[in-house]
């Protein structure tokens, strides 16, 4: 049981990381473009993170599994923030990476 809650832990742990890392990536490139601030929302999608985690800590402490439906709410919160953050500051990159006419 306690192995299912470190699995857990670093598994947000690892998306929390990678959050921090696109936040810095896409204030420096935002502010190369002149895009505002969405990058703030990867701050946003950590502090919902969090929350999981410590939600996660509490239903795992308690034995209370009838509420893992908050945990899971959080994760998918905090995930979709993520991703729109990141549609605002990297979309542009479909185009770069789409193969033009088998060149």
Same mark, same amino acid.
């Given at each position: 049981? *306690?192995?299912?809650?470190?699995?857990?832990? #670093?598994?947000?742990?690892?998306?929390?990381?990678? /959050? *921090? +890392?696109?936040?810095?990536? %896409?204030?420096?490139?935002?502010?190369?473009? $002149?895009?505002?601030?969405? /990058?703030? @929302?990867?701050? #946003?999608?950590? @502090?919902? &993170? *969090?929350?999981? +985690?410590?939600? $996660?800590? %509490? *239903?795992? &402490?308690? $034995?209370?599994?009838?509420?893992? /439906? +908050?945990?899971? %709410?959080?994760?998918?919160?905090?995930?979709?923030?993520? #991703?729109?953050? %990141?549609?605002?500051?990297?979309?542009?990159?479909?185009?770069?990476?789409?193969?033009?006419?088998?060149?």
């Amino acid at each position: 049981m *306690i192995l299912d809650f470190g699995l857990f832990f #670093i598994g947000i742990f690892g998306l929390i990381v990678f /959050y *921090i +890392i696109l936040a810095h990536l %896409s204030a420096r490139m935002g502010a190369g473009l $002149g895009v505002p601030g969405y /990058y703030l @929302l990867y701050f #946003i999608a950590i @502090l919902v &993170l *969090i929350l999981a +985690i410590l939600a $996660g800590w %509490s *239903i795992y &402490l308690k $034995g209370n599994y009838g509420h893992v /439906y +908050i945990l899971f %709410s959080l994760l998918i919160i905090g995930n979709i923030i993520a #991703i729109a953050a %990141s549609y605002k500051y990297w979309w542009w990159l479909k185009n770069e990476l789409r193969v033009k006419g088998g060149k």
